[in-house]
């Protein structure tokens, strides 16, 4: 017999979704037409519809499974103003230009914005908090990287970032194992299943006050083949 390697509790959905189930919910017509259709109800597909919507264009979100099936319910809920961006997916530096580099911390820097905002003035119940990060050297020359790029995410992000040396990473971590590390202030962390929920439920408020021609509508449903149905419909749960 195969001896069980799992808790008794261990079940292989993700924990997030205790709070917030991804659900197709009630399928109905689609629009014939649209002047935008949005591929994909993640963070994305949603915000992208929540601002047409606001900008009054009309628009349709096309979902291949249920809303909130992807990343944007499973991830790990940290925040940042881009501390992130020039890392590579293996975790090593990339080589991104100067002026590249830039723009996207500031267009990062912008979203933390937003999603600030966003919290706070439409009151999405996710755990937001800001209590800012300590991301912690591996090695010595991580840690001359972090000093290296400090002064960039600072003018460009605004991120409230200092260097802590290793002998002072105890004020930080209870921990010696660093080679120092950053702070970043300007960061944070929520709850991403909850805070999709919100985005959800502000994308279908928005639809449903704007003047018909205004809509933004969603689609969703197990699709074929990870296709979306163009002929399916929209989830009452999001917009109406
Ligand atoms: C394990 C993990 C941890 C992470 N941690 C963090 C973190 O701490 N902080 C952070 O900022 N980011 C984090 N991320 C990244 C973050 O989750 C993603 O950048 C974000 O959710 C992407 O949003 P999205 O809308 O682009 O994609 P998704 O949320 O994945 O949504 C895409 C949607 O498109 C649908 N779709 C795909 N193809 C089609 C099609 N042909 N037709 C119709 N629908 C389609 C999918 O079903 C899916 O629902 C993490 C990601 C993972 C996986």
Redesign the pocket.
């Known amino acids: 017999m195969v001896p069980d390697i799992f808790h008794r509790d261990f079940t292989p959905t993700p924990y997030w979704w205790e709070a917030y189930t991804p659900a197709a919910g009630e399928l109905v017509d689609m629009p014939r037409s649209a002047r935008v259709a949005v591929?994909?109800?993640?963070?994305?597909?949603l915000s992208t519809a929540l601002e047409l919507a606001k900008q009054g264009i009309d628009a349709v979100v096309?979902?291949?499974?249920e809303l909130?099936?992807?990343?944007?319910t499973?991830?790990?809920?940290?925040?940042s103003g881009g501390v992130n961006i020039g890392k590579s997916f293996t975790g090593r530096t990339a080589d991104v230009e100067p002026e590249r580099a830039e723009r996207l911390l500031s267009d990062a820097s912008d979203a933390f914005g937003l999603i600030n905002r966003l919290i706070a003035e439409e009151e999405i119940d996710c755990f937001w908090e800001k209590r800012g990060r300590f991301v912690g050297a591996w090695t010595k020359k991580h840690f001359e990287t972090q000093t290296r790029r400090l002064a960039l995410l600072n003018s460009a992000a605004q991120s409230g970032a200092y260097i802590v040396p290793r002998q002072r990473q105890r004020e930080e971590i209870a921990s010696d194992y660093y080679f120092g590390g950053l702070v970043v202030e300007r960061s944070g962390k929520l709850h991403?299943a909850l805070y999709y929920k919100g985005l959800s439920r502000l994308a279908g408020d928005a639809a449903s006050s704007s003047a018909p021609r205004r809509r933004s509508r969603v689609s969703a449903g197990p699709?074929p083949n990870?296709?979306?149905r163009p002929a399916a419909g929209r989830s009452r749960r999001v917009m109406s």
């Not at 909130?68 to 944007?72: C, E, Q, T, W």
């Open positions: 591929v994909g109800g993640g963070y994305a597909g096309l979902e291949a499974n909130g099936f992807g990343a944007s499973r991830n790990g809920g940290a925040v991403p699709a990870g296709a979306s």
